[in-house]
């Protein structure tokens, strides 16, 4: 539905509030309510940035009301006092972020609540609780007050809600006992964050491998994004995927995308934190290509990496379909925007980026079913892999010898294989069989040592 003149229908109206509060001097969990209401169609996000008097007021924290899928907060003494001085907090929600649903209040609906305590010398009277067009936080990242709405019959826009502020009122005698103390703004110290790539260090010529992506954190992490950059001309990025069960969380958002020797990944849990610690993220599978030389190279972290990305390939929503930018970079817990395929902000940016070394070594020779390299197919080969896969025994210095059958796996498969050879007339094993060869099957086996094949 359009305007007469053909011009799509102005954007639903959006109206933000701050609730009317009293309480005692010395009073703490002086909840403060922001309310929600649109005119027509469905919220899909909101910011808002809060202000209050920090001489009367001391923030606690802040909640979302149930049904946001992402809800942020940046703190007070994350952000930067501005011409509106200190006591700032900058909140922000995200819904519909699988199922494409939003929320639709025709009436004020609360959406998220501020907790203050009220300082015990607070003066008596009424004290506002403002709305404020905009906050910067110290590491640069902005935000605004606004909102994302989804009219009925067209594609979701941004609008400037109307804002109705509020006011803690102080009245009474100061609560005995009260252990409010004003609030500390001093900036805190960036927590330590790392990330690194854990696998193999050596690789053959023509091996698939995988690197484990690795986030270690002092804090707990809801949300990253990372940018990482390889030699195409030595590896072959194959896919990427966000390893959610090792986690054990979910439901998650992720992108891991693999592009012309650039990886981009983003990992967004919708409930929860990945608590303090080493969490293996995501698994980045590679392959060892390029001249039959000997050589090193590298998987290293960089500061940004631009790609463009279809939002469909992710689990956006069709009307969110074709190929978009998007930019990559090294940070944990991001701002909540919007629109989560915008550039990322603030957040808590990675201190220790740890590049992963490389060696690829030419592609080896070996005889297929050969795994004990004496240069012959016989009994104790298939001795040699039994021994290993159930008795303890060392590992074949070339696994690809031992695969006979070459299926890219060392098991129990490949000992019946070289029986079936020498003792039921089965055909030969795959190539390379007979003579020294090397392997022309694309698997994460490789050949270490097989002495037999110069």
């Not at 954007?11 to 009073?27: D, F, S, T, Y």
């Not at 006092?81 to 494409?100: E, F, K």
């Not at 491998?209 to 990482?228: G, Q």
């Not at 079936?420 to 094993?429: E, I, K, N, T, V």
């Amino acid at each position: 539905m359009g305007s007469a003149q053909g011009q799509p229908d102005p954007a639903p109206v959006v109206r933000l509030e701050l609730g009317q509060i009293a309480a005692a001097p010395g009073q703490s969990n002086v909840v403060v309510p922001l309310l929600a209401s649109v005119d027509g169609g469905i919220i899909r996000g909101w910011s808002a940035v809060a202000h209050y008097d920090p001489a009367i007021l001391v923030f606690s924290s802040a909640t979302a009301a149930a049904g946001a899928d992402v809800f942020t907060v940046i703190e007070p003494r994350k952000l930067v006092a501005g011409t509106a001085g200190p006591g700032q907090v900058s909140l922000a929600a995200i819904y519909g972020l699988l199922d494409g649903r939003g929320i639709a209040p025709e009436a004020a609906q609360v959406v998220a609540s501020l907790t203050f305590c009220v300082l015990p010398g607070a003066a008596q009277g009424m004290h506002a609780v403002t709305f404020l067009p905009s906050a910067v936080s110290r590491e640069g990242a902005v935000t605004t007050t606004m909102a994302v709405v989804a009219p009925p019959d067209w594609a979701e826009v941004e609008t400037v809600p109307r804002t109705t502020d509020g006011a803690v009122t102080v009245a009474g005698d100061t609560l005995p006992g009260s252990t409010c103390v004003p609030y500390d703004f001093s900036p805190p110290p960036p927590p330590r964050v790392a990330f690194r790539l854990e696998g193999p260090t050596s690789v053959t010529l023509g091996q698939a491998f995988s690197l484990d992506f690795k986030v270690e954190s002092e804090v707990a992490v809801d949300a990253l994004n990372a940018a990482l950059v390889f030699d195409s001309s030595k590896l072959a990025g194959l896919a990427g995927a966000a390893q959610e069960a090792a986690l054990g969380v979910g439901p998650i958002f992720d992108i891991v995308s693999v592009q012309d020797g650039t990886i981009g990944i983003v990992l967004l849990l919708i409930s929860g934190s990945l608590p303090p610690g080493t969490h293996t993220v995501a698994r980045l599978e590679f392959l060892a290509q390029g001249l039959p030389t000997a050589g090193t190279t590298e998987v290293a972290f960089t500061e940004t990496v631009q790609q463009l990305i279809n939002p469909a390939d992710f689990g956006f929503t069709a009307e969110q379909a074709g190929l978009v930018p998007f930019t990559f970079s090294n940070i944990v817990n991001p701002t909540a925007g919007d629109d989560l395929l915008s550039p990322v902000q603030g957040g808590t940016k990675v201190g220790v980026l740890a590049a992963h070394l490389l060696a690829i070594r030419p592609a080896a020779r070996f005889v297929r079913g050969d795994s004990d390299a004496d240069a012959k197919v016989s009994l104790t080969d298939a001795v040699t892999v039994l021994s290993h896969l159930f008795a303890g025994g060392a590992e074949p210095g070339c696994l690809d010898a031992g695969d006979a059958n070459d299926d890219g796996r060392l098991d129990i498969s490949d000992p019946i294989a070289v029986l079936g050879y020498l003792f039921l007339g089965s055909p030969s094993l795959p190539a390379p069989f007979g003579a020294c060869g090397e392997d022309a099957t694309e698997d994460s086996l490789g050949c270490e040592v097989y002495a037999a094949c110069p």
